[in-house]
């Protein structure tokens, strides 16, 4: 799946929501799925961000797009449930969501993990997803195979120091795929995660900025698996956290060098 060579007709006539679009992964992923036949709805805080990438797919001959601005540290349960009902009304369908919108927050001890940037970070990183998932379900579950990838990280499968509430919103977010995954097996809904690994975005630069850069894969370079889990051939695929890339995920503690 990661050197998944993806048909161009893949997501011809299929809706997919991708959240943080404006710039690095999800931007790529936007650009990726509308090349592949998808219309895509581009959901971000930064309009002028999302307008880029709106024009980016017009260009590349894609569906057009649609663009939601919205803000998630400030959105409610009432925000996602008309944002569902506008989606149901222009386009009557929603076949995939890939939640890529995170709050990084700032790496420190455990000790000094303030209240305030623990709340920023798991409503942007965890109860956002919970409540536009709610929102969504109904138009997901009315689809034929529809896909839910929400966004993991190495942090969230074996905690590391320093990186706290991130670390501890990524665990949530596998949790809360595992649950909803079991409950969904029996429909047409799969839900996975992809882990991105360590990649060329703004975030990771603020995470590690002595980092090379060059050093890092693109965006770009790894979607082959965001391809494979938005389309047809990844149908049986659910409850899975997958890594994009495995040949460069730090070993958990205690096993093999």
């Known amino acids: 799946m990661h050197d998944y060579q993806a048909a161009s007709d ?12 404006g710039d690095g992964i999800g931007r790529q992923a936007a650009l990726h799925y509308g090349a592949h036949g998808a219309t895509v709805v ?11 990438v709106y024009d980016e797919l017009v260009a590349q001959g894609s569906p057009e797009p649609a663009i939601i601005p919205l803000d998630l540290l400030g959105a409610t349960k009432n925000h996602y449930r008309d944002m569902a009902e506008t989606l149901k009304q222009q ?37 956002s997803q919970f409540l536009m998932t709610q929102a969504l ?49 029996n429909t047409t809904v799969r839900v996975n995660c992809i882990n991105p690994g360590a990649t060329r975005t703004d975030m990771r630069a603020r995470a590690y900025p002595g980092e090379d850069p060059a050093s890092l894969r693109t965006p770009e370079q790894i979607m082959p698996l965001y391809l494979y889990l938005m389309g047809k051939d990844s149908q049986q695929i659910n409850g899975q956290s997958l890594d994009a890339q495995p040949d460069k995920v730090r070993p958990l503690y205690g096993s093999a060098s």
């Not at 893949?10 to 679009?21: P, Q």
């Not at 386009?91 to 709340?119: C, K, Q, T, Y």
């Not at 670390?167 to 977010?173: G, L, Y």
Request: net charge neutral; aromatic share 8%; no cysteine.
């Open 91 to 127: 386009f009557g369908r929603l076949d995939g969501v890939l939640f890529n919108a995170g709050h990084l927050s700032v790496l420190s001890p455990f000790e000094m993990i303030g209240e305030d940037e623990w709340d920023k970070v798991i409503q942007i990183n965890l109860k």
């Open 137 to 185: 379900l109904p138009l997901l579950k009315a689809t034929p195979h529809s896909s839910i990838v929400y966004t993991s990280s190495g942090v969230g499968k074996q905690g590391r120091a320093y990186w706290g509430t991130y670390a501890i919103s990524k665990f949530a977010t596998e949790g809360m795929m595992q649950v909803l995954a079991d409950e969904l097996s």
């Open 42 to 52: 581009l959901l971000g805080r930064t309009v002028n961000k999302l307008g880029a």
């Open 10 to 21: 893949l997501l011809n006539d299929k809706v997919i929501l991708i959240t943080g679009a």
